[in-house]
């Protein structure tokens, strides 16, 4: 999936291959992973101290590592997260009260209370990009299918599991046809007319060949005593002990950490 | 991107606690909507469902070579393809796989759930209005419905960034610069509604059943 797999673009086909092999994070209970995400979530949305946000992304870094998974290609899939933090909080370092750090008078002043915050930003939504990422690269997908039947109502449980099958399909479908787009000369096409006409088209062959495709699987299905359930029977490992120890200290963490920041800064 | 997925930490855990709430009552309806009529929803429906919302994901991925690159949301032609029902349960899992990759935050999937429903929604009304009441050109019906989609989930974005604050923002100069940033996604909402209007074009020539939303929102 060369054409669509940009560097800046997570692949789920790569995320896949790792969550498929052995290891020590892909072996932990996915309710364990499942609820460590809850507190990343959690720590990284209620913590205000620029050095306990530090060690959240530092911790969610060492995961990462932990579980062997290649750096180079997180940090091209940070890109994206980094550009939308970026966006929404670039213009504060010039706005923000504080010291100036760089002001050229009359045009603009940068002060560490503005670039601090564009910090604090992109700690807070790094460190949880960073464990999703993890989370999902060490969970097989009969463990996510499993957890989307037993979280799911009917029928998001079923459409998210078709969707899941779908995503792999779709994607051939559109890298197909941008390959051949591609061979004609179509990389070459810029302009929003241009460009957007031909993108348009590759994205309507990808719409026209998936819904077919679709109404094929839906006939096949229905063919095979399918109802509308699509069950998982996948046994999720529950937690072990040393699981649960280790979300009731996480969990202990966040509340110190929340309770004592004032005193770190 | 004609507009952004918010991360996590941008926002104060009461709002994010809020727009959970808000999305989970409107999700709620929904699974009660399927619920009552479970029986009646086809196979069919489940299946054009699951593949609606994974192109709506992998489109996603895909960069277009316009303004130096972008990548296009495909909500308001989910809206389009598939109608607000079944566009809200997509719009969720869309949301979570985006999570998943890092597209968003998952905090924030309760906000980010609602933007881009009113963008189905709204997307979703306008083109049947004007293509099938007004027999307007798919082209112009599509261009003009995710181009007025598109701004009212930029100006929504806006208001509730600005009504939920920034997470360490002082002062009142957060709505000017937000505004700018609404500047910036309504360019890429041109873009998008220009490429939506030629893809819907081109499948009113060649599959024009599939325009308009599924059978779940016409009974």
Do not use: C
Not at chain 1, 32 to 40: C, S, W
């Amino acid at each position: 999936m060369k054409s669509l797999e940009r560097g800046h673009v997570p692949n789920l086909a790569t995320i896949l291959y790792y969550s498929e092999r052995g290891g020590l994070l892909n072996r932990a209970s996915p309710w364990v992973k499942l609820m460590g995400l809850f507190l990343f979530v959690v720590a990284a949305t209620i913590i205000q101290s620029t050095l306990l946000l530090l060690a959240l992304y530092v911790l969610s870094l060492l995961i990462y590592i932990s579980g062997k998974f290649p750096l180079r290609k997180l940090l091209g899939w940070s890109l994206f997260p980094v550009l939308f933090i970026l966006t929404i909080s670039i213009l504060f370092i010039f706005s923000q009260p504080g010291r100036p750090i760089i002001a050229v008078p009359g045009v603009f002043t940068i002060t560490d209370m503005g670039v601090l915050l564009v910090v604090k930003l992109l700690l807070r939504g790094l460190a949880v990009v960073n464990y999703s990422l993890t989370l999902i690269m060490s969970t097989r997908y009969s463990e996510i299918s499993g957890l989307a039947d037993r979280i799911f109502p009917r029928p998001f449980d079923v459409i998210f599991l078709l969707t899941f099958r779908f995503v792999f399909v779709v994607f051939e479908v559109l890298e197909t046809a941008l390959l051949a787009a591609w061979a004609r000369g179509g990389s070459l096409r810029r302009g929003i007319t241009s460009a957007g006409s031909l993108y348009a088209k590759i994205f309507a062959v990808g719409v026209v060949y998936s819904f077919d495709k679709a109404e094929r699987i839906g006939k096949a299905m229905e063919a095979r005593g399918f109802s509308g359930e699509l069950r998982s029977y996948e046994r999720l490992r529950s937690p072990s002990a040393l699981g649960w120890a280790m979300l009731v200290i996480s969990v202990l963490i966040v509340v110190v950490a929340y309770v004592y920041q004032g005193i770190i800064p | 991107m004609a507009h952004i997925h918010l991360p996590d930490g941008v926002l104060p855990i009461t709002w994010v606690a809020f727009y959970w709430l808000i999305s989970l009552a409107l999700l709620g309806i929904v699974a009660f909507y399927f619920r009552r009529t479970g029986k009646s929803i086809e196979v069919k429906t489940l299946s054009v469902a699951g593949v609606a919302t994974a192109l709506a994901f992998v489109i996603f991925q895909v960069e277009v070579p316009v303004l130096g690159g972008l990548h296009l949301n495909f909500t308001p032609m989910l809206g389009i393809l598939v109608g607000p029902i079944i566009g809200s349960v997509s719009a969720v899992i869309i949301n979570i796989l985006s999570s998943a990759v890092g597209h968003g935050g998952w905090g924030p999937i309760g906000l980010n759930f609602l933007i881009n429903m009113v963008e189905i929604v709204v997307a979703f009304s306008i083109f049947v209005f004007l293509f099938r009441r007004r027999r307007v050109l798919p082209f112009i019906a599509a261009l003009v419905a995710t181009l007025i989609a598109l701004t009212v989930s930029n100006a929504l974005m806006v208001g509730a960034i600005t009504v939920s604050g920034i997470q360490g923002v002082e002062g009142v100069e957060e709505l000017q610069n937000l505004l700018l940033l609404a500047l910036i996604n309504e360019v890429a909402a041109v873009v998008e509604s220009i490429v939506t209007g030629f893809l819907v074009a081109f499948l009113a020539k060649v599959k024009p059943e599939l325009l308009g939303g599924s059978k779940i929102e016409e009974s």
